[in-house]
């Protein structure tokens, strides 16, 4: 079975997982663009063991929001978003972009699509670029 490296921006924080994923969902909900300070959350789910803290799991910090099931992990010397475990602890929730290379799947729905920023719909038809423009 193939293992997928995953890592901060940092680099104090790694970990590795069989790369099964069984379900990836872009959240567009009001929690999601508020933590990612972005569009959506991009989370990859597997089984709740999945994942082997290769260093610096002492420096992952979990946020749980009072009152909702929502949770957020993340680096604290560098804020980049980590796994955790899901609210009912079944699942491990994995943010996409902690990867680094392709999980086995693709993302199967835009979730809380109701709920999408503003200018989302606008940024789906700005103009692709390679790069940084100058
Ligand atoms: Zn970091
Ligand atoms: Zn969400």
């Known amino acids: 079975m193939a293992k997928i490296t995953g890592s901060c921006l940092c680099g104090k ?10 379900q990836f969902h872009l959240c567009h909900c009001e929690l999601c663009q508020k ?14 063991d999945n994942i082997i ?27 980049s978003a ?9 699942l ?4 996409a972009g902690s ?8 993302p199967q729905s835009n979730i809380c699509w109701d709920e999408r920023a503003k200018w989302y719909d606008d940024a789906l038809n700005a103009p692709h670029i390679d790069g940084v423009p100058e």
């Open 13 to 22: 924080v790694k970990f590795h997982c069989e790369n099964q994923f069984t």
């Open 35 to 48: 933590v990612t300070g972005s569009a959506h959350a991009s989370n990859l789910f597997t089984v709740h």
């Open 53 to 79: 803290w290769l260093r610096g799991y002492a420096f992952v910090k979990r946020f749980d929001v009072p009152g909702c099931s929502m949770a957020h992990a993340f680096c604290v010397e560098c804020g």
């Open 82 to 90: 980590m796994p955790r475990l899901s609210g009912k602890e079944k």
């Open 92 to 95: 491990l929730v994995v943010p």
């Open 99 to 106: 990867l680094d290379s392709q999980a086995n799947i693709a």
